[in-house]
């Protein structure tokens, strides 16, 4: 048993039911769960810890619902620059052929400290390349040693080029073998139990790169085993083409021909939905994952958010892969979310507040997730949240200190705690040796030069 008390706050959100934002509030902590929220003088005065956040906002930390953490190590490569999505993902599956257990260990490692950093607490990730005997395992080893809590989904694709998709074969699997593994790491690392650290989602990749058939018994088995299942959806024009030409109709409807849908299905990006398309989700309460950087970087499009919000939609924020972000910074996407919304449309009912930009990054995302444990400071919920000091340069002259964290780039958070464990202090990734990341990047960039 051990409690933490976190007190005198400038002011806690809490992003409850009301979304009260509390002065000078506080939270009290029990084993990592909050027993109290509310004025500081109303709490508990002692705890096994205290802490005193004086001159600290305090948020519910914040949710990624969509990453590929394994492109942490292909940022701004000149090779991938092209703004349409064939074509980057052309100029890439050669370097992701090379991965190895290592590069993916190392790649989760520098995206986890980042969106440490930044004020995530919880990542998605979107895992759906397998080369030279890369396996789940990895990946939670190094989620474990961050301290954040990890969602894996085991992706996969079934379609490669030599079947009109873009993957070389050995970025590709045989459906059933997929099926067989997604099967095997659900049993091993999902935790249905509130609070947990780890948990998995089936996660095939997209309707051009796994074939109709593999799409519906992936959806089948996720349904079967009671977890998430997630994919890309609805991303580009050439998507709907595609679709439309192969399928004869939207991506949407075919998701919903193959069954790719229900209360536990959230989509990447979601660009390009029309009313019908809008209505399939709703009738299934399936979400959306919202990539601004990434729909920037390729071109892909302006996803109406508010719209989809309006029309019921539950939409999360992700930052997407490091290839087509450059960036797993998630105060910088909640920023580039509420920025966006602003272009999208002339009317100003269409475009977000700055606490709606922070809805979607915390609440909405916990509920893509399927998590009734995370995303608000309220009792019963884990103490996972992260503090950010007010008298920082970016936010001197701020006079409404919520919306201030959302217009003025600050970048990081200063703390960060998980399930009532600090995993950021003074804006210092605990858990992350920075030199021995940087020591690793060497020897591998020495690895890859020509023989
Ligand atoms: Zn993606």
Same mark, same amino acid.
Request: glycine residues 12%; aromatic residues 6%.
């Given at each position: 048993m051990s409690t933490l008390l976190i007190r005198n706050t400038a002011v806690l959100v809490t992003m409850d039911e009301d979304r009260h934002e509390i002065a000078n509030g506080g939270l009290f902590i029990r084993d990592g769960w909050i027993e109290h929220v509310g004025d500081s003088r109303a709490?508990? $005065?002692?705890?096994d810890e205290v802490v005193d956040l004086s001159g600290h906002m305090i948020i519910p930390g914040m949710v990624n619902t969509?990453? #590929?953490?394994?492109?942490?190590?292909?940022?701004?490569?000149p090779a991938c620059q092209s703004p349409t999505l064939v074509e980057w993902l052309k100029a890439l599956y050669p370097r992701w052929e090379k991965l190895t257990p290592a590069d993916v260990k190392l790649a989760t490692e520098i995206g986890l400290a980042e969106l440490a950093l930044s004020g995530c607490t919880t990542v998605a990730d979107h895992h759906y390349l397998w080369p030279?005997?890369?396996?789940?395992e990895d990946q939670f080893e190094v989620a474990d040693r961050t301290g954040l809590r990890f969602h894996l989904g085991r992706g996969f694709q079934t379609v490669g080029i030599d079947q009109?998709?873009? $993957?070389?074969?050995?970025?590709?699997?045989?459906g059933d073998a997929a099926l067989h593994d997604c099967e095997r790491v659900v049993q091993k690392? #999902?935790?249905?139990?509130?609070?947990?650290?780890r948990r998995v989602f089936i996660a095939p990749s997209s309707v051009r790169t796994v074939s109709p058939e593999y799409l519906r018994q992936s959806a089948d088995l996720a349904r079967r085993l009671e977890v998430g299942f997630h994919m890309h959806l609805g991303e580009t024009l050439a998507e709907i083409d595609f679709t439309r030409q192969?399928?004869?109709?939207r991506p949407a409807e075919l998701a919903e021909q193959l069954g790719?849908?229900?209360?536990?299905t959230w989509y990447a990006h979601g660009v390009h939905l029309d009313d019908a398309d809008m209505a399939i989700l709703r009738r299934h309460r399936s979400g959306i994952c919202h990539c601004p950087c990434s729909n920037l970087i390729l071109a892909s499009g302006i996803a109406p958010i508010q719209r989809y919000r309006n029309a019921g939609l539950t939409i999360g924020l992700g930052v997407d892969g490091a290839a087509s972000n450059d960036s797993s910074n998630i105060m910088a996407e909640l920023r580039q979310a509420f920025l966006l919304s602003r272009v999208s449309?002339?009317?100003?009912?269409?475009a977000m507040t700055a606490r709606e930009a922070l809805e979607i990054a915390t609440i909405g995302g916990a509920k893509l997730l399927g998590?009734?444990?995370?995303?608000r400071l309220a009792?019963?919920?884990?103490?996972d949240f992260a503090a950010v000091r007010l008298d920082r340069l970016p936010l001197l002259?701020?006079?409404d200190p919520v919306a201030s964290l959302v217009?003025?780039?600050?970048?990081?958070?200063d703390h960060s705690w998980v399930h009532g464990r600090r995993i950021v202090c003074d804006g210092t990734a605990?858990?992350?040796?920075t030199g021995a990341l940087v020591a690793q990047l060497k020897a591998r960039a020495g690895r890859l030069l020509p023989a």
């Open positions: 709490l508990p $005065a002692h705890a969509h990453h #590929h953490l394994f492109q942490t190590l292909d940022r701004a490569c030279n005997g890369n396996r789940a009109g998709g873009f $993957a070389p074969r050995s970025l590709t699997e045989d690392f #999902h935790d249905r139990s509130r609070g947990a650290m192969k399928f004869q109709c790719c849908v229900g209360d536990n449309t002339t009317a100003p009912l269409l998590r009734d444990d995370i995303g009792p019963g919920y884990a103490a002259g701020a006079e217009c003025c780039a600050i970048g990081n958070v605990l858990n992350c040796d």
